[in-house]
Structures are given as C-alpha cells and as structure tokens.
C-alpha cells in the first residue's frame, strides 16, 4: 500500500543544515496528480507547512522559512528531499513529509509519513 | 497569510456523547478547509476535505460543515478511539497554507 516514510539524522548542531529524505513507496512520485510536501511539529506545538515540490521541481515554500529552505526531488529514486540551513534550537521538530494533491480543491495532505524528531543541539 | 483560528483549545466530553470543534478563517477560504486527527506519537490523519467530505475510511460519525469562514467538526457518539487533537487547515491561500493550532478532546 502508499507509504511515506522519513529518514535523516536526529540531532543536528546550531548553524549547521538539517537534512531529511522522504521516501515513497506503493506509488509514483512522478504523478502529475501530486505535490510532495514537508511539515514540521514543534514539541508540544502545531503543524507549520515548510514547502511543497512537483516531480518537476517546481517548489513553493512558507515565506517565513523560503530564506534557508531547498526541497528537491529524486525521481529514480521515488524520494524527496529537505535541507533547512543555519538552523537553531527553534528548529526542533518532528519533520513530516507528505502527499498533496495538485489539483485546485484537492490542495490538502492526504497521505502523512510517521516523522522524524530532529533535535538541535550541541 | 490567513490565519486559522480553532475553539476550544481543550474540550472535554464524556464518552457516547457529541462533540462540536469549531474553526474560524481569517479570510474568505471557500470551502478548501480539512480536518486532521493527531494521536499522541502519530502523524496527523485526514478525517474532512472540502469542508465536508469525509476521507476514505473515516466514520460516519465524524461530520464537517461551513464554507466562507466559520466551520465545524463534529463527531457524534464519541468513542474512546476519538480522543486526540483535531487541526484545521486550509488550502485557499496557494501557495501558502496554514493550520489552526489545535483543539485536544479529552475524556470528561
């Protein structure tokens, strides 16, 4: 069946890069049906969209976080990536990646991985 | 940025009988408005797109209504599985879009 499943280290140091890579399984990443998004949970705290991408590469990311944010996207693969620069302690998060969908209506998250708890720290 | 704005922040219910969540837009959103159920250690799970249809699993129990700015989520008959955190979120504003910052139903 359709999965998403999160992978990448869970403690990161303050000014360095996070990176996560979120894999699909049980379907194609290059549907052109979906975007392939990343959304992050602070402890205890809500949901915050990061970003979404197409197969294409075209990506759409929160202005809030566009400065330090790059999603990309593996095809041959079947995976998507985040990387999240200069990061500091207000970037912990479980990071969640998920499916999207692309058409106008059907814009919300149908599909979520598990998550990821990234811890940044020294 | 439209900001989603949820009530209560905690409600509590007694088990078998209805909740009512509700979820306000600070703009105009259509009815581009889903409903999330979030468990403790899980990822969120879509109960309600388009403001009211429920998503492919999801219990006749559980109902959403509203379009413009006001919406409600409203699960009848609660049973101990429905205990969790409900998220608003809406997909109006593209490309960016935003969750409201919860409503966690707790057993009365």
């Known amino acids: 069946q359709f999965q998403l499943q999160e992978s990448g280290p869970g403690l990161v140091k303050p000014s360095e890069t ?46 809030s976080l566009k400065s ?18 200069s990061v500091t302690a207000a970037d912990t998060a479980v990071y969640f990646c998920a499916r999207q969908g692309r058409r106008p209506g059907d814009e919300y998250f149908q599909h979520w991985g598990q ?8 | 940025e439209i900001v989603m704005t949820q009530s209560p922040a905690t409600l509590s219910v007694s088990p078998g009988e209805r909740a009512t969540l509700s979820c306000r837009a600070s703009q105009y959103i259509s009815s581009n408005l889903a409903w999330y159920q979030q468990k403790p250690g899980q990822a ?10 429920r998503a492919t699993g999801i219990p006749a129990s559980f109902s959403g ?6 919406f409600t989520l409203t699960i009848s008959s609660l049973q101990s599985e429905d205990f969790a955190i409900y998220y608003c979120q809406q997909y109006h504003n593209w490309p960016l879009y935003t969750f409201g910052q919860g409503t966690k139903l707790e057993i009365k």
Do not use: M
């Open chain 1, 68 to 85: 330090r944010v790059t999603i990309s996207v593996d095809t041959s693969k079947n995976q998507f990536s985040l990387k999240l620069s």
């Open chain 2, 65 to 70: 209504s509203g379009s413009g700015t006001e």
């Open chain 1, 18 to 63: 996070l990176s996560l890579t979120c894999t699909v399984s049980g379907g194609s990443i290059s549907s052109s049906n979906y975007y392939w998004a990343w959304i992050r949970q602070p402890p205890g705290k809500g949901l915050e969209w990061i970003g979404s991408i197409y197969y294409s590469g075209s990506t759409y990311y929160n202005p």
């Open chain 2, 44 to 53: 969120p799970r879509l109960l309600i797109y388009g403001a009211s249809t």
């Open chain 1, 115 to 122: 998550g990821a708890l990234v811890t940044v720290s020294s």
